[in-house]
């Protein structure tokens, strides 16, 4: 993935661009790259456990917790354009409505990557109806055919995915790995917002060290330290070398 791209993530929950692309996000705001993130839903439902062990508590205080929380840590990675649909999660529904919206939203921002879930996460049907959903939207959006007010078609992007909580169980595969240890202090501020989910925050710091590793080793780079790897729905295509 190249510097000063436009880049477009998609997130299901809210705390999911966090753990899996929250030092990517900061790498390309500190070089300068126009970076807008969507959260589809708040995770109310399906991704706020922790909170509904308060007696008493409410779907309207779980919300307000997690609105805080997201756009806390959207702040610690440096996001300015974050968006809160606000959708219902456990399902999360693609209807048509949302089909639209996204479209619209694709027309208009035009990113140069897409990044949100990958094709295939074991335990999650959410992931995967986002991940079918952006897909989907990426190419209706790059169809001339289709009208969507004053806006153009856009151009083919390049789509990646994020890593899945349970790796090898959704059969995922790394296609790049995104050296993120300048940013990766900025992620791990974010991840510390998400009180809920506070378990996860040594899991993925292993997992940003795991690929840290891997990214060294692959690049010869030893001064990586922490890196996320993403899956590429397309293989590498164009005329010069992939630095
Ligand atoms: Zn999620």
Known sequence: MEEKKRLLVVSAHAADY?????GTIAHY??????????????????????????????????ADIRRRE?????KALGIQNLQCWE????????TPELESRLVEELRRFRPD???????FDILNPDHNQVSELVFRCSVISNSAGVQVGDTAATRQMGIFGFEPHQTELSRYRPGCFIDITDSFPQK???????????????????RAAMRGNHARRLSGNGAIAYAESFSAFFPYAGDGFVV
């Open 70 to 74: 997201t756009f806390a840590a959207a």
């Open 29 to 62: 705001i500190q070089k300068g790259a126009p970076v807008r993130v969507i959260v589809l839903s708040l995770g109310v439902r399906g991704e706020s456990n922790h909170l509904w062990k308060t007696p008493g508590v409410t779907p309207q205080e779980v």
């Open 18 to 22: 966090v753990w899996r692309a929250g």
């Open 188 to 206: 791990k501020a974010a991840m510390a917002c998400f009180q809920a989910q506070s378990h996860l925050i040594q899991y993925y710091t292993d």
């Open 87 to 94: 959708l219902e999660d456990y399902p999360l529904r693609a």
């Open 113 to 119: 990557i897409l990044l949100s879930h990958d094709r």
